[in-house]
């Protein structure tokens, strides 16, 4: 096989002519031998050697029976940080740029990544990023002893076999991996590097994490795009719900790291007796259940990144998607025991293929099982362990695009009580009108106990869309191509979605999982002024003043937080400050010149203190 056949731009054909050896892939199954040192090798320790002689260990390998299982010798690798990306051209951005964050040039790291890449033996593939059609020819070039970070990314964006490679394939966007400078230059810090040229987008991998590049930097590479073509790639997943009636509804699920997009996809996890446990109560330790006999179905579309592609839009003013990746960045952290979710544990312990596990605790030859996370310290599980499920093994995923009736924002949000009031005032979940949806996806709260990304310090913002931590340029033209979505594609309904706690209850994902079941048994029916009732915070749009499933009904606490007798009026106020101030803070970044004067409309009713009714007139659905 001859690397030419790639047509890789003019550095990176330097790269590979210089370089003692190039293994191409073709296939998934050479990646996991790659990853494991070698066919018939069952583990390998990913080393370098840094200039000062010192042995670097990053990871280690095992060949297990259901597929790789890689671990980071270091907890900070097993999350994104998600101060990682910094822009190295002068094109329109908001981010950091490498010049002002590290003082020098990033052309001499370049040249120096460049240079350290000559001398080792380098892994290749190609692969779409995106779909074909909406979006564009890619390669990764990679140290080849970094097979398990190649096989993520094969996993998560597909790999296009060497047979297949058109004469017309010709790379606009390129990812090359160069992990020891992490230390040798950036003080063992995750640091991707962007660089936009025209006709080709550059990414520099200087860490193995594939959160930051091969997950997440293929997303910026695809927002990108979109900013320049007028589209955008949302941050969700994505659900047919099938009903035990055969009606179907599809739910459009938005939010930060953490904010219950894969978890959208899952059964509600249901107790030994078939029960759902709906609640419990973090003062009094009451528990609440709820008994739904039958679930509805569920088709998942996409896990986290879905193209609004233009050439989808058929003019009903639903929005069409359809998922951008090959497979799916799953996040386990809440499978604890075995039986949490048999379906998810049944997919991955033998899977029709082989999978890649990360932060999973297994040792060659043994089975990886989900629950088994790979401890941080002693009794403290890494908060983010994965499982990359190829979307083609999922039982019943859709393939197709499809027309979304439901968009969902998912919230991590903490305990509320008397004694500590904080944002967690949302209820099970909540009717927002279109304007003032958008301004949640301008402010994104990353939220409460974030499992996903590195800790940091109070409420922050995922920023706009939610992908914000992932797009190279300005915020403003990000919020003008989403208000323009939700303009065009007004024919929707709007939700908010807490998770983790409602005031005092503590609740998990079952809000959003019980929304899912109530709204597709609804169907397209309007809710009553008897059902619904303007939020007391104006930010929470209409709360439900009653809400039954199946004959249950359930307790008007859990919708209106307010009237939970541990929370009460004066800690939901409280609360409500709270949200209020940091929409203020937030929304200060949009008040730019650029951004749609609808837009400023929209923001300034919010700090005014608008309505509800002044909000629901603002895009009139």
């Not at 070698?38 to 029976?65: H, I, M, Y």
């Not at 030859?365 to 908060?383: F, M, N, V």
Request: charged content about 20%.
């Amino acid at each position: 096989m001859d690397w030419r056949k790639y047509n890789p731009p003019g550095d990176a054909a330097a790269v590979l002519a210089a370089c003692p050896q190039v293994t191409i892939a073709s296939t998934v199954a050479e990646l996991v031998d790659l990853a494991c040192g070698g066919p018939k090798s069952d583990s390998f320790e990913v080393t370098f050697a840094l200039p000062n002689g010192e042995q670097v260990r990053e990871a280690t390998v095992a060949r297990v029976r259901n597929g790789v299982a890689a671990n980071y010798l270091e907890p900070y690798m097993r999350r994104r940080d998600p101060d990682c990306m910094v822009i190295a051209d002068d094109l329109p951005t908001n981010k950091p740029r490498f010049q002002d964050r590290f003082n020098y040039d990033f052309h001499t790291l370049r040249a120096e990544t460049f240079a350290w890449m000559k001398t080792q033996p380098l892994a290749l593939f190609g692969f779409t990023a995106g779909q074909a059609g909406m979006g564009q020819d890619a390669l990764v070039i990679a140290p080849a002893n970094t097979g398990f970070f190649a096989l993520g990314l094969a996993l998560l964006q597909g790999i296009t076999p060497y047979d297949e490679i058109a004469a017309d394939f010709r790379p606009t966007a390129i990812i090359y991996v160069a992990p020891p400078f992490r230390h040798t230059h950036f003080d063992g810090k995750q640091i991707v590097v962007h660089n936009r040229n025209d006709g080709l987008h550059e990414m520099f991998s200087f860490n193995l994490y594939p959160g930051p590049s091969a997950k997440k930097g293929i997303y910026g590479v695809l927002i990108s795009q979109g900013e320049r073509e007028g589209w955008v790639t949302a941050h969700c997943s994505t659900v047919q719900v099938v009903t035990p009636y055969d009606n179907v509804v599809t739910i459009m699920h938005e939010g930060a790291s953490g904010g219950g997009k894969s978890e959208m996809l899952e059964q509600a996890h249901r107790e030994p007796d078939g029960r759902l446990l709906l609640g419990e109560n973090t003062v009094t330790g009451e528990r609440r259940y709820l008994e739904i006999p039958r679930s509805c179905q569920l088709r998942p579309v996409t896990d986290d990144m879905a193209l609004c592609h233009p050439s989808l839009q058929n003019g009903d003013r639903k929005l069409r998607l359809t998922d951008a990746e090959d497979g799916w960045f799953v996040r386990v952290n809440h499978i604890t025991r075995y039986g949490t979710d048999v379906h998810l544990e049944r997919l991955t312990a033998q899977p029709g293929e082989p999978l890649l596990f990360l932060s999973i605790d297994a040792v060659p030859d043994s089975r990886a099982l989900i629950w088994e996370h790979t401890q941080d310290a002693p009794g403290r599980p890494c908060p983010n362990p994965r499982v990359i499920l190829p979307r083609r093994i999922v039982p019943n995923a859709v393939a197709d695009s499809v027309t979304v009736d439901i968009r969902s924002i998912g919230v991590r949000t903490p305990p509320c009580t008397r004694e500590r009031p904080t944002y967690g005032i949302i209820g099970l979940f909540h009717l927002l009108p279109a304007s003032l949806a958008w301004l949640w996806r301008l402010v994104a709260p990353r939220g409460h106990d974030n499992p996903s990304i590195v800790e940091t310090e109070g409420m922050s913002s995922e920023g706009v869309g939610s992908y914000w931590p992932f797009a190279t340029g300005r915020r403003v033209d990000q919020a003008n191509l989403l208000l323009r979505q939700f303009q065009t594609h007004s024919n929707m309904r709007y939700i908010l979605c807490p998770n983790q706690y409602v005031g005092a209850w503590k609740v998990g994902f079952m809000p959003q999982w019980i929304a899912r079941e109530y709204l597709a048994r609804r169907g397209h029916a309007q809710f009553t002024p008897e059902q619904i009732q303007p939020a007391r915070c104006p930010l929470l749009g209409h709360a439900l003043f009653q809400l039954t499933v199946e004959g249950r009904s359930i307790a008007r606490w859990f919708l209106q937080v307010d009237t939970q007798p541990e929370v009460g009026v004066e800690a939901y106020d409280q609360g409500a400050a709270m949200l209020q101030a940091f929409f203020r803070k937030c929304l200060n970044d949009f008040r730019d010149p650029d951004l749609d004067p609808l837009g400023h409309t929209i923001i300034e009713c919010c700090l005014d203190g608008g309505t509800i009714q002044d909000f629901e007139s603002l895009i009139p659905t």
